[in-house]
């Protein structure tokens, strides 16, 4: 499922859409909430699920991003058939290894680390099939570099979190501007795998403080994902069902994502903050982390300007924690407020970017458009 960084982009778009693999309990020690009534679980809605049972399909999804990413895998490196959905629950030896060795990362963690997810298969495999087990001299002496979406941040004690926030309003154009915007509908391109890597029309809709659909036009039909403010959930051709709800990490994510449209709220939406810094293509910025409690922290990246560059969050699956970064360029002014007119967004399952045109802000949104999308269906 990882679109094309190690294999060929071609081949990894074709097959990496839906990787239907059956694999291991939850790490000891991780006590998941309880799905939201109807959503449905991996073992009832995918076939020949021998372990990873008991999670719901959007948590199902991200495992295989995890398995994908930390082997520089597409669907197919594992699965029989990379086209044809039916043949994915079909056992192969890949599939029969993967199952071993999520069994043996589980034991690792619950004999030295009480249950918790120290170990994932990440841990070994860095990106690749084989785990080196010879010391790498060019490693060891290359340049020291932090990542700069490490969950744990590099603190900055010479700076407060309301020097960042009031620097960051005052860039947009103003927290009294900031506050007047209320919602906006867009109007631009996006593009992913699901489109080849071609650009399709596509409508957001956004109203404060948390809500937001996006309706992308595919030649197939329409493909929806919104957010209500409390429940998330996408109509999708690529998604394994027709219609996903998300859970979880996945559905603070929809949320953060939202909120980050109405700026003048994210201060107060987390309790609490750190101040760190980092550096993204050599340039220095300031990073702000807010976390709530019971979820995984959000990284905010903010430039010299004050502007918000980038957005990283985190979703526990029971086979790691995955991330999804999501980055924001080409500020222009739309009401006197400052607004990014791209977005590329990155994660373990692939990456999708949009670029709009037009931005009308403070219009009227009807509720309907925020309302449970129907299922998926092909035109």
Same mark, same amino acid.
């Given at each position: 499922?990882?679109?094309?960084?190690?294999?060929?982009?071609?081949?990894?778009?074709?097959?990496?859409?839906?990787?239907?693999?059956?694999?291991?309990?939850?790490?000891?020690?991780?006590?998941?909430?309880?799905?939201?009534?109807?959503?449905?679980?991996?073992?009832?809605?995918?076939?020949?699920?021998?372990?990873?049972?008991?999670?719901?399909?959007?948590?199902?999804?991200?495992?295989?991003?995890?398995?994908?990413?930390?082997?520089?895998?597409?669907?197919?490196?594992?699965?029989?058939?990379?086209?044809?959905?039916?043949?994915?629950?079909?056992?192969?030896?890949?599939?029969?290894?993967?199952?071993?060795?999520?069994?043996?990362?589980?034991?690792?963690?619950?004999?030295?680390?009480?249950?918790?997810?120290?170990?994932?298969?990440?841990?070994?495999?860095?990106?690749?099939?084989?785990?080196?087990?010879?010391?790498?001299?060019?490693?060891?002496?290359?340049?020291?570099?932090?990542?700069?979406?490490?969950?744990?941040?590099?603190?900055?004690?010479?700076?407060?979190?309301?020097?960042?926030?009031?620097?960051?309003?005052?860039?947009?154009?103003?927290?009294?501007?900031?506050?007047?915007?209320?919602?906006?509908?867009?109007?631009?391109?996006?593009?992913?795998?699901?489109?080849?890597?071609?650009?399709?029309?596509?409508?957001?809709?956004? #109203? +404060?403080?948390? =809500?937001?659909?996006?309706? &992308?036009? @595919?030649? %197939?039909?329409?493909? /929806?994902?919104?957010?209500? !403010?409390?429940?998330?959930?996408?109509?999708?051709?690529?998604?394994?069902?027709?219609?996903?709800?998300?859970?979880?990490?996945?559905?603070?994510?929809?949320?953060?994502?939202?909120?980050?449209?109405?700026?003048?709220?994210?201060? #107060? +939406?987390?309790? =609490?903050?750190?101040?760190? &810094?980092? @550096?993204? %293509?050599?340039?220095? /910025?300031?990073?702000?982390? !807010?976390?709530?409690?019971?979820?995984?922290?959000?990284?905010?990246?903010?430039?010299?300007?004050?502007?918000?560059?980038?957005?990283?969050?985190?979703?526990?699956?029971?086979?790691?924690?995955?991330?999804?970064?999501?980055?924001?360029?080409?500020?222009?002014?739309?009401?006197?407020?400052?607004?990014?007119?791209?977005?590329?967004?990155?994660?373990?399952?692939?990456?999708?970017?949009?670029?709009?045109?037009?931005?009308?802000?403070?219009?009227?949104?009807?509720?309907?458009?925020?309302?449970?999308?129907?299922?998926?269906?092909?035109?």
């Amino acid at each position: 499922m990882k679109f094309g960084w190690r294999h060929t982009i071609s081949g990894a778009i074709g097959v990496g859409i839906v990787c239907w693999l059956g694999l291991v309990v939850s790490a000891a020690g991780q006590t998941a909430p309880a799905p939201a009534e109807g959503v449905q679980m991996s073992e009832n809605f995918f076939k020949n699920i021998q372990v990873l049972k008991g999670i719901p399909v959007d948590e199902f999804m991200d495992a295989m991003g995890m398995f994908s990413s930390s082997l520089g895998y597409d669907c197919a490196s594992c699965h029989a058939s990379g086209t044809d959905r039916s043949r994915f629950a079909v056992t192969t030896p890949a599939i029969t290894r993967a199952r071993g060795m999520i069994a043996m990362v589980n034991n690792i963690n619950r004999m030295y680390f009480g249950g918790q997810p120290r170990v994932t298969c990440f841990t070994c495999h860095r990106t690749t099939y084989k785990p080196d087990a010879i010391p790498s001299l060019e490693a060891q002496y290359a340049a020291l570099t932090d990542d700069p979406n490490a969950m744990t941040i590099l603190a900055d004690k010479r700076t407060t979190v309301d020097q960042v926030f009031d620097k960051y309003m005052t860039a947009l154009g103003g927290a009294d501007r900031a506050a007047r915007l209320t919602s906006y509908v867009a109007k631009g391109t996006y593009a992913g795998f699901n489109t080849g890597g071609g650009e399709v029309p596509v409508e957001i809709y956004a #109203k +404060a403080p948390d =809500q937001r659909a996006q309706i &992308s036009r @595919l030649p %197939d039909s329409d493909n /929806v994902k919104i957010f209500d !403010g409390r429940s998330g959930w996408a109509a999708e051709g690529w998604r394994p069902m027709p219609l996903l709800e998300f859970t979880g990490g996945n559905l603070s994510g929809m949320k953060v994502d939202a909120m980050v449209a109405f700026p003048a709220g994210i201060q #107060k +939406a987390f309790s =609490q903050w750190q101040v760190g &810094s980092a @550096l993204i %293509d050599d340039k220095g /910025v300031q990073v702000l982390q !807010g976390t709530r409690p019971g979820e995984l922290p959000v990284n905010f990246y903010f430039d010299d300007t004050g502007l918000l560059v980038r957005q990283v969050r985190w979703n526990k699956t029971s086979v790691g924690t995955v991330p999804t970064q999501i980055d924001y360029s080409d500020y222009r002014d739309v009401a006197g407020v400052k607004v990014p007119f791209k977005l590329l967004m990155t994660w373990t399952d692939g990456q999708n970017s949009f670029s709009l045109t037009e931005v009308r802000p403070n219009v009227a949104i009807e509720a309907s458009r925020f309302a449970k999308p129907a299922p998926f269906q092909r035109k």
